[in-house]
Protein backbone atom coordinates (compact mmCIF):
# COMPACT_ATOMS: atom_id res chain seq x y z
CA UNK A 1 0.00 0.00 0.00
CA UNK A 2 1.62 3.42 -0.94
CA UNK A 3 0.61 6.26 1.44
CA UNK A 4 -1.30 9.08 0.24
CA UNK A 5 1.09 11.97 -0.90
CA UNK A 6 -1.38 14.47 0.00
CA UNK A 7 -1.85 13.34 3.68
CA UNK A 8 0.45 14.82 6.57
CA UNK A 9 2.08 11.69 8.02
CA UNK A 10 1.72 10.96 11.61
CA UNK A 11 3.45 7.95 12.73
CA UNK A 12 1.84 5.55 15.90
CA UNK A 13 5.14 5.73 17.26
CA UNK A 14 5.66 8.93 19.72
CA UNK A 15 7.72 11.27 17.68
CA UNK A 16 8.45 15.10 19.13
CA UNK A 17 7.72 17.77 16.46
CA UNK A 18 11.44 18.74 16.73
CA UNK A 19 12.69 15.19 16.40
CA UNK A 20 15.61 14.86 13.35
CA UNK A 21 13.25 11.68 12.49
CA UNK A 22 9.94 12.15 12.05
CA UNK A 23 7.84 9.57 9.58
CA UNK A 24 8.78 12.27 6.49
CA UNK A 25 12.22 11.28 7.13
CA UNK A 26 12.83 7.80 6.94
CA UNK A 27 16.93 7.83 6.85
CA UNK A 28 19.34 4.83 6.73
CA UNK A 29 22.08 3.80 8.73
CA UNK A 30 24.08 0.80 9.94
CA UNK A 31 23.91 -0.18 13.58
CA UNK A 32 24.85 -2.94 16.28
CA UNK A 33 21.74 -3.62 18.93
CA UNK A 34 23.66 -4.91 22.60
CA UNK A 35 25.20 -8.32 22.15
CA UNK A 36 24.16 -8.72 18.62
CA UNK A 37 25.46 -8.40 14.94
CA UNK A 38 25.62 -4.64 12.40
CA UNK A 39 22.59 -4.64 10.62
CA UNK A 40 20.30 -2.07 8.41
CA UNK A 41 18.42 0.25 10.84
CA UNK A 42 15.92 3.36 9.97
CA UNK A 43 15.29 6.12 12.62
CA UNK A 44 12.22 7.43 13.77
CA UNK A 45 11.89 9.76 16.67
CA UNK A 46 14.05 8.52 19.64
CA UNK A 47 14.16 4.76 18.55
CA UNK A 48 16.40 3.44 15.83
CA UNK A 49 13.74 0.40 13.80
CA UNK A 50 15.38 -2.85 13.13
CA UNK A 51 15.30 -3.71 9.98
CA UNK A 52 16.71 -7.38 9.89
CA UNK A 53 13.85 -7.72 12.31
CA UNK A 54 11.14 -6.67 10.30
CA UNK A 55 12.69 -8.32 7.15
CA UNK A 56 12.94 -11.90 9.44
CA UNK A 57 9.48 -11.09 9.45
CA UNK A 58 8.22 -11.35 5.96
CA UNK A 59 7.93 -7.35 5.41
CA UNK A 60 9.99 -7.52 2.72
CA UNK A 61 9.59 -10.33 0.98
CA UNK A 62 7.47 -9.00 -1.75
CA UNK A 63 9.82 -6.82 -2.58
CA UNK A 64 11.82 -8.92 -4.04
CA UNK A 65 15.05 -8.21 -1.99
CA UNK A 66 17.47 -11.02 -0.65
CA UNK A 67 16.69 -10.85 3.17
CA UNK A 68 20.66 -11.28 4.10
CA UNK A 69 20.86 -7.59 2.62
CA UNK A 70 19.71 -6.43 5.99
CA UNK A 71 22.07 -8.11 7.84
CA UNK A 72 24.77 -6.21 6.11
CA UNK A 73 27.59 -4.57 7.81
CA UNK A 74 27.52 -1.48 5.60
CA UNK A 75 24.78 0.13 3.69
CA UNK A 76 26.20 -0.68 0.02
CA UNK A 77 24.64 -4.16 -1.10
CA UNK A 78 21.58 -2.24 -0.08
CA UNK A 79 22.10 0.83 -2.23
CA UNK A 80 23.47 -1.44 -5.05
CA UNK A 81 19.98 -3.02 -5.35
CA UNK A 82 19.41 0.85 -7.28
CA UNK A 83 16.49 3.23 -6.99
CA UNK A 84 13.58 1.37 -7.46
CA UNK A 85 14.27 -0.98 -4.59
CA UNK A 86 15.49 1.04 -1.44
CA UNK A 87 12.70 3.70 -2.69
CA UNK A 88 10.27 1.03 -1.95
CA UNK A 89 12.11 -0.27 1.35
CA UNK A 90 11.23 3.16 2.21
CA UNK A 91 7.64 3.50 1.35
CA UNK A 92 7.50 0.18 2.88
CA UNK A 93 8.71 1.58 6.42
CA UNK A 94 6.85 4.53 6.03
CA UNK A 95 3.43 2.24 5.85
CA UNK A 96 4.72 -0.03 8.60
CA UNK A 97 5.16 3.12 10.43
CA UNK A 98 1.92 4.90 9.35
CA UNK A 99 -0.80 5.28 12.09
CA UNK A 100 -3.37 4.68 9.43
CA UNK A 101 -2.23 0.81 10.35
CA UNK A 102 -3.16 -1.56 7.40
CA UNK A 103 -2.14 -4.92 6.26
CA UNK A 104 1.72 -4.45 7.07
CA UNK A 105 0.76 -3.34 10.80
CA UNK A 106 3.98 -4.18 12.96
CA UNK A 107 2.77 -2.84 16.11
CA UNK A 108 2.87 -6.05 17.60
CA UNK A 109 6.39 -6.45 17.00
CA UNK A 110 7.22 -3.17 18.56
CA UNK A 111 9.07 -4.29 20.89
CA UNK A 112 11.62 -6.19 18.73
CA UNK A 113 12.38 -3.79 16.13
CA UNK A 114 12.20 -0.58 17.92
CA UNK A 115 15.03 0.18 20.08
CA UNK A 116 15.58 3.74 21.72
CA UNK A 117 18.35 4.76 19.31
CA UNK A 118 20.94 5.26 22.76
CA UNK A 119 21.02 1.23 22.75
CA UNK A 120 22.37 0.80 19.60
CA UNK A 121 25.93 1.62 18.13
CA UNK A 122 25.47 3.57 15.14
CA UNK A 123 28.69 2.72 13.03
CA UNK A 124 30.46 4.10 9.94
CA UNK A 125 27.31 3.54 7.84
CA UNK A 126 29.29 3.08 3.99
CA UNK A 127 32.05 1.42 2.90
CA UNK A 128 33.83 4.52 1.00
CA UNK A 129 36.65 3.89 -1.56
CA UNK A 130 37.07 7.40 -2.44
CA UNK A 131 36.16 10.60 -1.15
CA UNK A 132 36.26 14.20 -2.96
CA UNK A 133 36.18 17.33 -1.26
CA UNK A 134 34.68 20.31 -3.28
CA UNK A 135 35.20 24.10 -2.31
CA UNK A 136 31.75 25.06 -3.50
CA UNK A 137 30.51 28.58 -1.11
CA UNK A 138 31.88 31.85 -2.73
CA UNK A 139 31.30 32.92 0.80
CA UNK A 140 34.16 30.98 1.78
CA UNK A 141 36.04 30.81 -0.64
CA UNK A 142 35.82 35.04 -0.41
CA UNK A 143 36.63 35.13 3.14
CA UNK A 144 39.78 32.75 2.74
CA UNK A 145 41.28 34.68 -0.12
CA UNK A 146 40.79 38.19 1.30
CA UNK A 147 42.46 36.41 4.41
CA UNK A 148 45.64 34.80 2.17
CA UNK A 149 46.15 36.47 -1.15
CA UNK A 150 44.14 39.89 -2.11
CA UNK A 151 40.97 40.95 -1.04
CA UNK A 152 40.47 43.44 -4.13
CA UNK A 153 40.74 40.04 -5.81
CA UNK A 154 39.64 36.77 -3.48
CA UNK A 155 38.23 34.47 -5.88
CA UNK A 156 41.25 32.67 -8.14
CA UNK A 157 40.50 33.21 -12.16
CA UNK A 158 39.00 29.44 -12.25
CA UNK A 159 36.68 29.50 -9.24
CA UNK A 160 33.92 30.72 -11.40
CA UNK A 161 34.16 28.39 -14.09
CA UNK A 162 34.18 25.35 -12.55
CA UNK A 163 33.61 23.34 -8.96
CA UNK A 164 36.89 23.32 -7.57
CA UNK A 165 38.13 20.34 -5.77
CA UNK A 166 40.51 18.00 -4.31
CA UNK A 167 40.71 14.24 -3.28
CA UNK A 168 40.95 13.57 0.29
CA UNK A 169 41.68 10.44 1.97
CA UNK A 170 38.75 7.88 2.44
CA UNK A 171 40.53 5.88 5.18
CA UNK A 172 40.35 8.35 7.67
CA UNK A 173 36.55 9.31 7.63
CA UNK A 174 34.91 8.21 10.70
CA UNK A 175 31.08 7.98 12.25
CA UNK A 176 29.96 10.74 14.87
CA UNK A 177 31.40 9.94 18.28
CA UNK A 178 35.18 9.04 17.09
CA UNK A 179 37.50 10.83 19.50
CA UNK A 180 39.95 12.71 16.73
CA UNK A 181 43.40 12.70 17.78
CA UNK A 182 45.49 16.47 17.48
CA UNK A 183 47.68 15.71 14.31
CA UNK A 184 51.17 16.62 13.59
CA UNK A 185 53.50 17.46 11.13
CA UNK A 186 55.68 20.26 9.87
CA UNK A 187 54.78 24.16 10.11
CA UNK A 188 56.59 27.31 9.37
CA UNK A 189 55.71 29.79 12.06
CA UNK A 190 55.61 33.50 11.22
CA UNK A 191 59.18 34.58 11.69
CA UNK A 192 61.09 31.04 11.33
CA UNK A 193 63.79 30.63 9.11
CA UNK A 194 62.99 26.41 8.84
CA UNK A 195 60.08 24.27 9.31
CA UNK A 196 59.13 23.16 12.63
CA UNK A 197 57.63 19.97 13.12
CA UNK A 198 54.90 18.97 16.37
CA UNK A 199 51.22 18.93 16.72
CA UNK A 200 49.38 21.82 14.90
CA UNK A 201 48.22 24.52 16.51
CA UNK A 202 45.37 25.72 14.62
CA UNK A 203 43.01 22.98 14.36
CA UNK A 204 39.92 23.85 12.99
CA UNK A 205 36.36 22.14 11.92
CA UNK A 206 34.86 22.45 8.47
CA UNK A 207 30.84 22.92 8.56
CA UNK A 208 30.63 20.93 5.42
CA UNK A 209 27.63 18.38 3.39
CA UNK A 210 28.39 15.01 1.59
CA UNK A 211 26.38 12.67 -0.37
CA UNK A 212 26.46 9.31 -1.50
CA UNK A 213 27.01 7.99 -4.42
CA UNK A 214 24.00 5.19 -5.38
CA UNK A 215 25.05 4.43 -9.01
CA UNK A 216 28.47 3.81 -10.68
CA UNK A 217 29.14 5.01 -14.21
CA UNK A 218 31.08 3.44 -16.52
CA UNK A 219 34.74 4.34 -16.96
CA UNK A 220 34.80 6.83 -19.57
CA UNK A 221 31.19 8.21 -19.62
CA UNK A 222 30.53 11.10 -17.53
CA UNK A 223 27.37 12.13 -16.07
CA UNK A 224 24.94 14.86 -17.46
CA UNK A 225 23.61 17.19 -14.77
CA UNK A 226 20.35 15.92 -16.33
CA UNK A 227 20.81 12.52 -14.81
CA UNK A 228 23.14 13.66 -11.76
CA UNK A 229 20.61 13.18 -9.32
CA UNK A 230 19.85 9.60 -10.40
CA UNK A 231 23.54 8.91 -9.14
CA UNK A 232 22.71 10.23 -5.37
CA UNK A 233 21.36 8.41 -3.13
CA UNK A 234 21.29 10.33 0.05
CA UNK A 235 23.60 13.38 2.67
CA UNK A 236 25.22 13.25 5.66
CA UNK A 237 26.50 15.86 7.79
CA UNK A 238 30.46 16.20 7.46
CA UNK A 239 33.21 17.66 9.62
CA UNK A 240 36.43 18.33 7.40
CA UNK A 241 39.38 18.26 10.30
CA UNK A 242 41.83 20.78 9.31
CA UNK A 243 44.75 21.58 10.80
CA UNK A 244 45.66 25.16 9.46
CA UNK A 245 49.31 25.71 10.15
CA UNK A 246 50.09 22.25 8.92
CA UNK A 247 47.66 23.43 5.66
CA UNK A 248 49.44 26.92 5.08
CA UNK A 249 53.22 25.03 4.62
CA UNK A 250 52.51 22.45 2.72
CA UNK A 251 49.50 22.93 0.64
CA UNK A 252 51.40 24.91 -2.26
CA UNK A 253 51.86 23.60 -5.44
CA UNK A 254 49.44 20.96 -4.74
CA UNK A 255 46.97 21.41 -2.18
CA UNK A 256 45.76 19.94 1.26
CA UNK A 257 47.95 16.49 2.42
CA UNK A 258 48.17 16.02 6.10
CA UNK A 259 46.62 18.67 6.91
CA UNK A 260 43.24 17.02 5.51
CA UNK A 261 43.79 13.49 5.69
CA UNK A 262 43.94 12.57 9.21
CA UNK A 263 40.28 12.97 10.09
CA UNK A 264 36.69 13.92 8.79
CA UNK A 265 33.50 13.11 10.80
CA UNK A 266 30.38 12.27 9.34
CA UNK A 267 26.57 11.56 10.87
CA UNK A 268 25.75 8.28 10.68
CA UNK A 269 22.31 8.52 9.53
CA UNK A 270 21.96 9.10 5.33
CA UNK A 271 18.99 10.53 4.23
CA UNK A 272 17.78 10.18 1.04
CA UNK A 273 16.57 12.84 -1.36
CA UNK A 274 13.19 11.78 -1.51
CA UNK A 275 13.17 12.61 2.43
CA UNK A 276 14.53 16.20 0.83
CA UNK A 277 12.01 16.73 -2.27
CA UNK A 278 9.99 19.73 -0.25
CA UNK A 279 12.30 21.66 0.67
CA UNK A 280 14.50 22.11 -2.97
CA UNK A 281 15.04 25.68 -3.76
CA UNK A 282 17.22 28.06 -6.27
CA UNK A 283 20.96 28.36 -6.38
CA UNK A 284 22.89 31.44 -5.87
CA UNK A 285 22.53 32.89 -9.26
CA UNK A 286 25.69 32.38 -11.43
CA UNK A 287 27.94 35.43 -12.03
CA UNK A 288 29.21 34.50 -15.23
CA UNK A 289 27.12 31.97 -17.11
CA UNK A 290 28.66 28.14 -17.17
CA UNK A 291 30.05 25.58 -19.83
CA UNK A 292 27.03 24.25 -21.46
CA UNK A 293 27.64 20.52 -19.22
CA UNK A 294 27.72 22.48 -16.13
CA UNK A 295 24.46 23.98 -17.21
CA UNK A 296 21.23 22.72 -15.89
CA UNK A 297 17.37 23.03 -15.33
CA UNK A 298 14.97 22.87 -11.90
CA UNK A 299 15.65 23.54 -8.16
CA UNK A 300 18.48 21.78 -7.95
CA UNK A 301 19.72 23.22 -3.98
CA UNK A 302 18.17 21.96 -0.41
CA UNK A 303 17.49 24.52 2.06
CA UNK A 304 18.95 23.13 5.08
CA UNK A 305 19.22 24.61 8.37
CA UNK A 306 22.94 23.68 9.80
CA UNK A 307 24.38 25.00 12.67
CA UNK A 308 27.99 23.93 14.99
CA UNK A 309 28.16 24.19 18.68
CA UNK A 310 31.01 23.98 20.56
CA UNK A 311 31.47 22.64 23.62
CA UNK A 312 34.60 23.09 26.27
CA UNK A 313 35.91 20.39 28.51
CA UNK A 314 34.28 21.74 31.51
CA UNK A 315 31.02 23.22 29.75
CA UNK A 316 27.99 22.98 27.97
CA UNK A 317 27.55 23.21 23.81
CA UNK A 318 27.32 26.75 22.83
CA UNK A 319 26.02 27.10 19.15
CA UNK A 320 28.63 29.36 17.29
CA UNK A 321 27.90 29.15 13.67
CA UNK A 322 24.16 29.13 11.73
CA UNK A 323 24.41 28.44 8.15
CA UNK A 324 22.53 26.70 5.05
CA UNK A 325 23.22 24.30 2.52
CA UNK A 326 20.99 26.84 -0.03
CA UNK A 327 24.41 29.14 -0.19
CA UNK A 328 26.47 26.73 -2.06
CA UNK A 329 27.19 28.59 -5.31
CA UNK A 330 28.04 25.00 -7.41
CA UNK A 331 25.23 22.59 -6.19
CA UNK A 332 25.79 19.02 -6.28
CA UNK A 333 24.59 18.16 -9.73
CA UNK A 334 27.14 20.29 -10.98
CA UNK A 335 29.64 19.21 -8.65
CA UNK A 336 29.08 15.85 -10.19
CA UNK A 337 28.97 16.30 -13.59
CA UNK A 338 32.41 18.25 -13.13
CA UNK A 339 33.63 15.03 -10.99
CA UNK A 340 32.56 12.74 -14.43
CA UNK A 341 33.39 14.67 -17.43
CA UNK A 342 36.96 13.76 -17.82
CA UNK A 343 35.74 9.87 -17.38
CA UNK A 344 36.32 9.07 -13.98
CA UNK A 345 34.24 6.47 -12.60
CA UNK A 346 31.91 6.65 -9.11
CA UNK A 347 31.90 3.74 -7.35
CA UNK A 348 28.54 3.04 -4.91
CA UNK A 349 29.79 4.34 -1.17
CA UNK A 350 32.21 7.10 -2.41
CA UNK A 351 31.86 10.40 -1.04
CA UNK A 352 31.50 13.59 -2.31
CA UNK A 353 31.30 16.50 0.47
CA UNK A 354 30.80 20.13 -0.40
CA UNK A 355 33.55 22.22 0.80
CA UNK A 356 32.95 24.66 3.51
CA UNK A 357 29.51 25.98 3.42
CA UNK A 358 29.57 29.62 4.65
CA UNK A 359 27.14 32.54 4.33
CA UNK A 360 26.45 36.08 3.99
CA UNK A 361 27.45 36.75 7.68
CA UNK A 362 29.85 36.36 10.51
CA UNK A 363 27.97 34.23 12.33
CA UNK A 364 27.51 32.09 9.02
CA UNK A 365 31.03 31.36 8.77
CA UNK A 366 31.33 27.39 8.51
CA UNK A 367 35.30 27.39 10.57
CA UNK A 368 37.55 28.61 13.12
CA UNK A 369 39.25 30.68 10.10
CA UNK A 370 36.57 32.62 9.24
CA UNK A 371 34.82 33.09 12.57
CA UNK A 372 37.80 33.89 14.34
CA UNK A 373 39.35 35.98 11.07
CA UNK A 374 42.75 34.03 11.19
CA UNK A 375 42.76 34.12 14.83
CA UNK A 376 42.68 37.76 15.37
CA UNK A 377 38.98 38.34 16.85
CA UNK A 378 38.19 35.46 19.33
CA UNK A 379 34.91 33.93 19.80
CA UNK A 380 33.66 34.53 24.09
CA UNK A 381 32.47 31.45 25.48
CA UNK A 382 30.09 31.39 27.96
CA UNK A 383 32.34 29.78 30.89
CA UNK A 384 34.20 32.84 30.45
CA UNK A 385 37.07 31.21 28.25
CA UNK A 386 37.69 32.40 24.72
CA UNK A 387 39.22 30.02 21.48
CA UNK A 388 40.59 30.99 18.27
CA UNK A 389 41.11 27.67 17.47
CA UNK A 390 40.18 24.19 19.04
CA UNK A 391 41.89 23.14 22.15
CA UNK A 392 42.25 20.08 23.21
CA UNK A 393 38.90 18.38 24.91
CA UNK A 394 36.54 20.72 22.86
CA UNK A 395 34.07 19.16 21.49
CA UNK A 396 32.43 20.22 17.88
CA UNK A 397 28.73 19.25 17.42
CA UNK A 398 27.21 19.75 13.93
CA UNK A 399 23.66 19.38 13.18
CA UNK A 400 21.15 20.05 10.06
CA UNK A 401 17.63 19.69 9.48
CA UNK A 402 15.19 20.85 6.83
CA UNK A 403 11.45 22.22 7.96
CA UNK A 404 8.40 23.81 6.39
CA UNK A 405 5.21 23.35 6.65
CA UNK A 406 5.06 20.92 9.76
CA UNK A 407 7.58 18.69 8.05
CA UNK A 408 10.77 18.28 9.51
CA UNK A 409 13.32 16.30 7.78
CA UNK A 410 16.68 16.11 9.65
CA UNK A 411 20.61 14.34 9.94
CA UNK A 412 21.14 14.30 13.77
CA UNK A 413 24.95 15.06 14.66
CA UNK A 414 28.24 14.91 13.39
CA UNK A 415 29.75 15.03 17.13
CA UNK A 416 33.86 14.84 17.48
CA UNK A 417 36.08 15.04 20.64
CA UNK A 418 39.47 16.86 20.25
CA UNK A 419 42.04 14.97 22.09
CA UNK A 420 45.77 15.59 22.61
CA UNK A 421 48.22 14.23 19.86
CA UNK A 422 50.46 11.77 20.84
CA UNK A 423 53.88 11.78 22.54
Known amino acids: MMSNPNRVLRSWVDVS???????????????????????????????????????????????????AI??????????????????????????????????????????FFLLPQTKVSMLLPLQIGDYTDFYSSREHATNVGAMFRDPQNALLPNWLHLPVAYHGRASSIVVSGT?????????????????????????????????????????????STADAEDY????????????????RWE??????????????????????????????????????APLPYLQYTGNRNFDIQLEVALQTASGAPHTICRSNFRYLYWNMSQQLAHHTINGCPLRIGDLCASGTISGPNNESYGSMLELTWRGTQPIQLPDGSERR????????????????EGIRVGFGEARGTLIPALQ
Open 389 to 404: FLHDGDTVIMRGFAQK
Open 70 to 111: FSSSTLNPFIALGREKTRAVRQRLIDILDDDLDEWDASQLKE
Open 251 to 288: YQPLGPFLSKNFASTISPWVVTLDALEPFRCTSPEPEI
Open 17 to 67: PDSDFSIHNIPFGIGRPPGSTPRLFTAIGQYAADLQVLAEHGFFDDLDIDR
Open 179 to 223: PIRRPQGQTMPDGASSPQFGPSRLLDFELEMAFVIGRENAMGHPV
Open 232 to 247: IFGLVLFNDWSARDIQ
